[in-house]
């Protein structure tokens, strides 16, 4: 298992989600004749700069789409937006040598869907002291890290027939898992055995019974879906599930002996990045 991040959440079948994506979770829910459904969890990305502080008589003269300077906390007037002219901010003269300080407001755009890494801009400040000028460069950084969230629609067999319908013929059905991260993030997504298994095989329960099921990777059901054989794909946009979403291919085996009623288990899905 990668060491950086894990995502996990085990959910009930009889309740749905309401944690915060970020205490990072998910649900996976598995059910015959009942259909459960879990919510579906995105976070914003979010990054605020910290205050920066200039000396002297300054104005700038710089505007970028993705962080903006502004001169009030407000966040109402752009300093150097280059549009309406250059914003100053203005110092009165005081005789001797004196320490003067302007803060700068910076600000990101919530929700942008840019790639993890380290974000620098250099930003120009002309200091003017009416006989003569000078130019100060600072630089502006963020940092934007790898970040998943997950969400997952119920695999949902429907009626179960092993008298007739189904008593040579297996039940199939899909469910999918969605995972959203931030754009050039590799996930690998893995599935337990849920919570009704006996060795290597899943069940759902009712009551006291069980019905034997398996969900696989692939449309042909040769190849289970468990912590071994595992899906991963690399996000592209935070606004697009990997892969279009993974799909969980659902099957009961044919011709169980088992009592009426509704089964159900409930799969835990771990997403790593």
């Given at each position: 298992?990668?060491?950086?991040?894990?995502?996990?959440?085990?959910?009930?079948?009889?309740?749905?989600?309401?944690?915060?994506?970020?205490?990072?979770v998910?649900?996976?829910?598995?059910?015959?004749?009942?259909?459960?459904?879990?919510?579906?969890?995105?976070?914003?990305?979010?990054?605020?700069?910290?205050?920066?502080?200039?000396?002297?008589?300054?104005?700038?003269?710089?505007?970028?789409?993705?962080?903006?300077?502004?001169?009030?906390?407000?966040?109402?007037?752009?300093?150097?937006?280059?549009?309406?002219g250059?914003?100053?901010?203005?110092?009165?003269?005081?005789?001797?040598?004196?320490?003067?300080?302007?803060?700068?407001?910076?600000?990101?755009?919530?929700?942008?869907?840019?790639?993890?890494?380290?974000?620098?801009?250099?930003?120009?400040?002309?200091?003017?002291?009416?006989?003569?000028?000078?130019?100060?460069?600072?630089?502006?950084?963020?940092?934007v890290?790898?970040?998943?969230?997950?969400?997952?629609?119920?695999?949902?067999?429907?009626?179960?027939?092993?008298?007739?319908?189904?008593?040579?013929?297996?039940?199939?059905?899909?469910?999918?898992?969605?995972?959203?991260?931030?754009?050039?993030?590799?996930?690998?997504?893995?599935?337990?055995?849920?919570?009704?298994?006996?060795?290597?095989?899943?069940?759902?329960?009712?009551?006291?019974?069980?019905?034997?099921?398996?969900?696989?990777?692939?449309?042909?059901?040769?190849?289970?879906?468990?912590?071994?054989?595992?899906?991963?794909?690399?996000?592209?946009?935070?606004?697009?599930?990997?892969?279009?979403?993974?799909?969980?291919?659902?099957?009961?085996?044919?011709?169980?002996?088992?009592?009426?009623?509704?089964?159900?288990?409930?799969?835990?899905?771990?997403?790593?990045?």
């Amino acid at each position: 298992m990668p060491s950086s991040n894990s995502v996990r959440k085990r959910v009930r079948h009889e309740k749905t989600s309401s944690s915060d994506f970020d205490s990072s979770v998910a649900a996976f829910s598995v059910c015959s004749q009942l259909l459960l459904a879990s919510r579906s969890h995105e976070h914003q990305l979010r990054e605020l700069l910290g205050l920066q502080h200039l000396t002297g008589d300054c104005n700038f003269d710089v505007h970028d789409p993705v962080h903006t300077l502004y001169r009030d906390a407000a966040n109402s007037i752009i300093w150097g937006d280059g549009t309406s002219g250059t914003q100053y901010l203005s110092f009165t003269p005081v005789p001797g040598s004196t320490q003067l300080s302007a803060t700068i407001y910076a600000t990101i755009p919530a929700g942008l869907d840019v790639a993890p890494g380290t974000y620098t801009d250099t930003i120009q400040a002309t200091l003017n002291w009416g006989t003569g000028s000078s130019n100060r460069f600072f630089t502006v950084t963020a940092t934007v890290g790898s970040e998943c969230t997950v969400s997952s629609s119920s695999v949902n067999f429907g009626a179960y027939d092993p008298v007739s319908a189904n008593a040579t013929t297996p039940r199939d059905s899909t469910g999918t898992v969605n995972v959203y991260c931030t754009p050039g993030t590799l996930a690998t997504v893995a599935l337990d055995l849920g919570t009704h298994a006996s060795g290597s095989t899943r069940r759902m329960l009712a009551g006291a019974d069980l019905l034997t099921y398996e969900i696989y990777r692939d449309s042909t059901r040769t190849v289970v879906w468990n912590t071994t054989n595992t899906n991963s794909g690399t996000s592209t946009s935070k606004n697009t599930p990997i892969n279009s979403g993974f799909i969980a291919y659902g099957r009961i085996p044919a011709g169980q002996d088992v009592t009426i009623g509704s089964y159900s288990d409930t799969v835990l899905v771990t997403v790593n990045y």
